[in-house]
Structure formats: structure tokens, C-alpha cells
């Protein structure tokens, strides 16, 4: 099987060092890629977000299988003009997409099937939203409606923190992103991610994982793509996980009664609070970094577990899972998620990936015409270690970082702290 993967960041780097490892697979593409997965795959240049473009090379490549990594494309309609074009595709259409793509057709697709969520209220200008703040006080969430890479929420702690999200949506700050608004309660407890492959007919979890989405120890700072995250989560127990897999399942139905083409990964966003479990967000696609710590545990062959899913032949499909944890913590650039300098030298990959049970993921690297390696954006690396238990998998994590240096590195020292009975983390 020939397959072309799209995207350039940690997860990518994951799938592809998860697909090379199968046996079914003959050549593998990435595009752009970055500095790990061309030591793995083929890089090549291509636009990822331009649906023509991509089933071209598809086309050309004669792949078996497309497999779309981040949501741009998604939204874009890339899965939909690659599979007009007969191309096996893992990665739902731009209608199904929209689940991620914007914040109120996701919310309304909630309250449309009965699935729990804060309440909330869309806003299409300026006026109407602060109007609905005057009466609606901090704390309260504000999240710009489209796709915002990460960065268009805000959990405001006072109005006057509200009323300015508010203002520099609609002031174009995140681009045509903002030019609608969802605003909702905040809701309180820990969160967590339920990510699981569908053919939009069935749902096949995975182990629930704990991101670490603030820059700072204790869970402080401004918001990030996330800083670390571990799979399982110890301390959901049985009964709250049943309840989370129910409003998946419930999700996957509503697909259907919609009639949307879902075949990939749908990712629950997921706060745990008094009340249970209730959405925060749904992703289209595989989550970064949930992907850095979810696919080393999988045991099933990947190639084939995402050719069934974009076949639509998943019947009588039960994935294998290790018993292992794994726990990943990401470097990244000093001043991520501000403004950062790039093209440092990185050292002691090699060294890091010696020590058994160690993978580094490489995500914002390039390669350097002398082989080496340098960072190319704020996320850069994900070390990820799995151990008999989370105690060892974060050892072995932090033990590996400690020979990884480049300029400016910054990471998180609390990643698993909360569910080994630390710190908030």
C-alpha cells in the first residue's frame, strides 16, 4: 500500500512512524513533512489546504490511501474532492468538518442530538455580543467561532477581560475566524480527550488521554496547542468513562441522522464536572499531542485500521491496545506561545531515543542540508516514554528530555503530576 500523509507537526510524525512500521505499506509520502518524518517517508511540497492540488499528486503518487492530519484541509474539502476522485481517504468531508471548523454549528449539532454542553449563545457583530455581556457576567468563555489554531478561546475571569476577547474577535485578530462568536459558561473540573476512529457507522475508542493545555506549572498561563499529555487517565473511573463513550456514540449517530460523511478520527473534548461529563469541543481529526501518546500504545496494524475506515469496512473490527502508559512532554520554543526565534541547532535526539521504551516526535524541526537538526517552530519536539505504569512512563520521559538541548528550550516539569497525586498538572 502506497500512502500520502498531509500535515508537518507532532502527530504527523507519529502517524507516519506508525505507518511505516506496518507491513502493508510499500512507499510513504508526506507533505511538507518535517525534519523526523523525512527520515522516515519522502517529503514533498505540496499545498495541503488546496482540495485540486492534492488529489492531483494523489493521483500521480497512485496512492492507496490519503490520510489528512490537520483540520485546515478538512475544512478546505480536501477529503471530498480526493474521494470524487475514487481516492481512499482517512479524514471526514468539509460538511462533517464543520464539527471543528465552527464553534456554533458544533454547539448547535449538540443541542440538536442531546449531547451535554455549557450553555451558550452565537453572535454574528459586535453590538449583540457585548449586549449579551452586559447581562451574562465573568467568569465566561469566548471563543471565536472558526479555526483559530488553537488560540481563539478565552476563559475570561472578568467582564471587562470578557468584553476585550470579545472586541478583538470581531476587531479581525484571528482573521475571518472571528467574524462570528460563540460565548458560553464556564464550566469547572478537570478535562479530558476522548478520541476514536469511525467509518460514521461505528465507534472504536481509544484510551481516554489528559492534555496539558497552559504553558506554565500548575496549569497556568495562556493557553497553548498543549504542553504534555498521558494516556490512560487513572483516575476516570469505569462509570465516568461509560458516560463519556455514550455521548460519543450519540455523536456518531447524529452524523448519520445528518447524513454527514465522517471516516476518521472524531476527538470529544470533555470537562468532568459535578453534573458529569459535558462537551467541550469536537476535532475532526487526530488530536497534538494526544496522537504522540495514543498510537504507541496501539497494537493493531495502522495502515490497515485507516484503509477499513476510509473504506467504510470496519465490521467485525476490534482494535488491540498495549496495557502500557505512556506520557509525553513537549519542548518547545522560549517565548511559545508568543513570539519565539527559530533555526536553533537541537542536540541528543539520538541519545533520548537510546534509552528503551523512547520516542521522540519530532514537530516544528527541519533538516539542515548538513543533516542536522534545527527548530522551525514553538512546538518543537514531544518526548514520549511508556512504562508498566504512569510513574515510570513520566521517569523515563523526563529522564530522556534532560539529554535534548537547543536554544531557548522551555517545557513543563509537572506533565502527569494530577494523576500520580502531585501538583495541578
Partial sequence: MDILVLGSGGREHAITASLAASRLVSKLYVAPGNGGTGQIAKNISLAIEDPA???????????????????????????????AAGIAVFGPSAAAARLEGSKRFAKG??????????????FQDLESALGFLATHHAPIVIKADGLAAGKGVTVAESDAEAAA???????????????????????????????AFTDGRRLLPMPLAQDHKRVGEGDTGPNTGGMGVYAPVPQISAQTEAAILAIMEGAVRGL?????????????????????????????????????????????????????VATQDTTGLELEWSCEAALSVVLASGGYPGSYQTDKPIAGVVAAEAIPGVKVYQAGTRLGQDGGLFTAGGRVLDVTALGPDLAE????????????????IYYRRDIGARALGGQSG
Fill in 53 to 83: 492540488a492534492v488529489t492531483q499528486k494523489a493521483k500521480e503518487l497512485e496512492v492507496d490511501l490519503l490520510v489528512i492530519g490537520p483540520e485546515a484541509p478538512l475544512v478546505a474539502g480536501v477529503a471530498d474532492a480526493a474521494r
Fill in 109 to 122: 449539532f449538540m443541542d440538536r442530538h442531546g449531547l451535554p454542553t455549557a450553555a451558550w449563545g452565537g
Fill in 165 to 195: 476577547a470579545v472586541e478583538a474577535c470581531f476587531g479581525g485578530r484571528f482573521g475571518a475566524a472571528g467574524s462570528e462568536v460563540v460565548i458560553e459558561e464556564r464550566l469547572t473540573g478537570p478535562e479530558c480527550s476522548c478520541l
Fill in 256 to 308: 448519520q441522522e445528518e447524513g454527514l460523511d465522517y471516516r476518521g478520527v472524531l476527538y470529544g473534548g470533555f470537562i468532568l464536572t459535578a453534573d458529569g461529563p459535558k462537551l467541550l469541543e469536537f476535532n475532526a481529526r487526530f488530536g497534538d499531542p494526544e496522537t504522540q501518546v495514543l498510537l504507541p500504545l496501539l497494537q493493531s496494524d495502522l495502515a490497515e485500521l485507516m484503509y477499513l
Fill in 393 to 408: 512512563a513520566q521517569k523515563l520521559a523526563y529522564e530522556a528530555l534532560s539529554y535534548i538541548d537547543f536554544e531557548g
